[in-house]
């Protein structure tokens, strides 16, 4: 474990969400060790009511005056044209003082850091960090601290801490998104708002029909607390422990922060009463401990109930800061010698100075007038602790010259806690820095594909490369092997997560399909890198890695990634802005969310999964595929692909070169004909999804 990480036993920091002003008063009262909020543009959480620039140096300078480090939030993926507004709100963040930010872009995250090296950048829950690897990646990045996903058992968070070079921050409290954080495409490709925008229309938290009856909401997890493994999570010896609540009130806030101060303080977990109150500040039926614990099943889901929406208006209306902090006075008064105070806190000292006090000819001070004077604190974040006067006989000086002396003191005692920064404005230029090639002209096709069975001679002679999961590679007999590679190139697609107990035997899989010839490999998640060299293969990138601009193309060739497959988020005027060698998907279903929680006992049975049919279906009558992932995780798929075969002339226009294919559900007869569709350049015959332009 690396010097800067917090050491097994001490207590971590306490973070928690700031959606508003008022939340941000809320969260200092509570006794937060600091807060993270967004700005009015590129944060996660596009719908609470954040802060524009005036209220963020307010509001972390008035963090900062209690102690209250701010993490401001640029956590969301960035287009080209962005970039430069993005870096200004970065170099303006810095500016009001920020702490750090929580960035999820990795392309933006290099632009800051080449541009603001001073500024601490910590790896946002959105970038898909669940091992210690990707903390050496992000390390190499710039990247101080990483927010791991959320679906971490505690022994993997231990590993964590104990392997990553960089400091590790989990969530403990709140709400849990069912799918793995920054893998959710529902709300963006089905309704149109982007999560990875900031902008989720929380599809998971809709009806969807269960034949088997269980849950007429099989996506809808309860609200996550840790409150009873507080002693667990001190040991695991975690960074940064972290609230959700950005769209919550002031009074949620407000409620959670205290009860964790208190658990966190006295280092022990929540009692009865206190996991009701936090159930009443809000709840989706109780709670779950379900990923931390690896007990994972149908108990994790909830809806929030009317009853516990009563119990949330009950909560006692927030109005405002009444914390004070100890503050040490001692004043100086001689003959002959300026005045000076000293004001100091547990954290910061500093000292004024003021007239010479001249004698006195009628009433000379006292120390009670002294002390009256001095303890006027009024509206600041201090009250007196210990007040000292030293004060020589006969002396006089003016109550305005007090008051004066105080407020210097206490306004530079403030400008010491609120830390400068050497960038003076937001006045930054963005100085692109593209990767070394330009687009290749020539068209290169790639498919990924479920199962052996769909790797039909078709697809083998138009495609040049062909993913397949590692199973279905050892499967194959050397005939079959001998065959295939005669007319394609074959590929490993890496499962899309991988958690530290899970690599090793990942690892040997790679080993042995790289003794049978393989090279490539596809992965959609920087942590998964090291697997991909320690195996000797090309590592090839994902739409898993969510690239949306030039300079994360950039970072991933720097990295050692070819070929990044772009997030299909894009549009065709969006991809033909980035520069580099990529591929775009132009034909599949494509995933649109990667559930820890196998959602499809919830909907259907262990057959039906085998024979991969099960499915969600929506209040429309809309049917979702939903195909079995390693390790009992699942991978919900689009109710329609996007077709592009009939629009090729649109990619040629759009320097749309690299082509990928995702087939799921289709049958090899299937796959031959969209083979020849796009090799004849037939019209849709169905219900698809296209590429916007």
């Known amino acids: 474990m690396s010097e800067n990480m917090t050491q097994i036993g001490r207590l971590p920091e306490l973070l928690c969400p700031a959606g508003s002003p008022l939340a941000l008063d809320a969260a200092i009262e509570g006794g937060a060790d600091a807060v993270y909020l967004g700005g009015l543009g590129f944060n996660a959480r596009m719908n609470a009511s954040n ?401 052996v069975a769909q790797l039909t001679t078709a697809a083998q002679n138009y495609f040049d490369i062909c993913y397949l999961p590692a199973e279905q590679l050892l499967a194959l007999s050397p005939h079959a092997w001998q065959e295939i590679v005669s007319n394609t190139e074959l590929g490993v697609v890496l499962p899309p997560v991988i958690m530290d107990h899970e690599r090793e035997g990942v690892a040997s899989q790679l080993a042995m399909i790289a003794k049978q010839g393989v090279r490539h490999a596809l992965l959609g998640n920087i942590g998964h890198l090291s697997l991909v060299n320690e195996a000797g293969l090309i590592a090839d990138g994902d739409f898993r890695l969510n690239v949306t601009n030039s300079e994360s193309v950039g970072v991933m060739e720097s990295l050692g990634i070819h070929t990044p497959i772009l997030s299909p988020e894009l549009s065709l005027p969006q991809i033909r802005d980035i520069r580099g060698n990529v591929r775009t998907i132009v034909y599949g279903r494509i995933p649109l969310m990667l559930l820890e929680k196998c959602v499809i006992r919830e909907i259907s049975d262990c057959k039906t999964c085998d024979a991969g049919r099960a499915a969600l279906v929506d209040r429309r009558g809309t049917v979702f595929p939903v195909l079995r992932s390693p390790d009992h995780r699942n991978i919900i798929y689009n109710s329609v692909p996007t077709y592009m075969a009939d629009a090729q002339n649109q990619l040629t226009r759009y320097r749309v070169g690299g082509w990928h294919f995702i087939f799921s559900i289709e049958s090899p007869f299937e796959i031959d004909r969209i083979v020849a569709a796009y090799q004849s350049g037939q019209s849709a015959t169905s219900a698809v999804r296209r590429i916007g332009t």
């Open 51 to 451: 802060f524009d620039r005036e209220a963020l140096i307010d509001g972390i300078r008035r963090a900062h005056a209690y102690g209250v480090k701010v993490y401001l939030t640029l956590n969301t993926q960035v287009y080209d044209r962005e970039l430069a507004d993005y870096l200004r709100a970065a170099a303006f963040a810095q500016h009001a003082g920020a702490d750090a930010l929580i960035v999820a872009d990795l392309g933006g995250a290099a632009a800051i850091h080449r541009a603001l090296p001073e500024l601490a950048l910590h790896a946002s829950t959105q970038a898909c960090a669940h091992s210690a690897a990707s903390g050496e990646v992000l390390s190499k990045m710039g990247f101080s601290r990483m927010v791991v996903a959320r679906e971490l058992p505690l022994t993997n968070l231990q590993s964590a801490v104990k392997h990553s070079p960089i400091e590790i921050e989990a969530f403990i409290h709140g709400a849990l998104c069912v799918c793995h954080s920054g893998g959710c495409l529902f709300s963006s490709l089905v309704g149109g708002r982007s999560g990875n925008r900031g902008e989720c229309a929380q599809p998971c938290r809709l009806p969807y029909r269960t034949p088997k009856g269980k849950s007429d909401y099989p996506l809808s997890l309860k609200d996550l607390s840790l409150a009873r493994h507080v002693p667990s999570l001190i040991d695991a010896g975690l960074a940064s422990l972290k609230i959700e609540g950005r769209m919550r009130s002031p009074e949620y806030v407000l409620t959670v922060a205290r009860i964790w101060r208190c658990l966190l303080d006295e280092r022990r977990g929540a009692n009865e009463d206190e996991m009701r109150q936090l159930a009443e500040a809000f709840s989706r039926d109780g709670f779950t401990d379900g990923y931390f614990t690896s007990r994972i099943g149908h108990k994790m889901l909830g809806v929030r109930s009317e009853a516990d929406k009563q119990a949330g208006r009950s909560l006692e209306p927030f109005r405002g800061i009444t914390r004070r902090i100890p503050l040490d006075m001692k004043l100086t008064i001689r003959r002959d010698h300026p005045s000076k105070l000293t004001v100091s806190t547990d954290t910061a000292s500093f000292t004024a100075t003021g007239p010479i006090a001249a004698p006195a000819i009628n009433a000379p001070l006292d120390e009670q007038t002294v002390l009256r004077q001095l303890t006027k604190l009024g509206s600041t974040p201090y009250h007196a602790r210990d007040c000292r006067i030293d004060l020589d006989d006969g002396l006089m000086l003016p109550i305005s010259s007090l008051n004066a002396l105080r407020r210097a003191a206490i306004e530079g005692l403030q400008a010491q806690t609120n830390t400068t920064t050497p960038t003076a404005s937001d006045e930054i230029t963005y100085v692109a820095q593209h990767p070394p090639g330009d687009r290749a002209t020539h068209t290169i096709r790639s498919a990924c594909m479920v199962s």
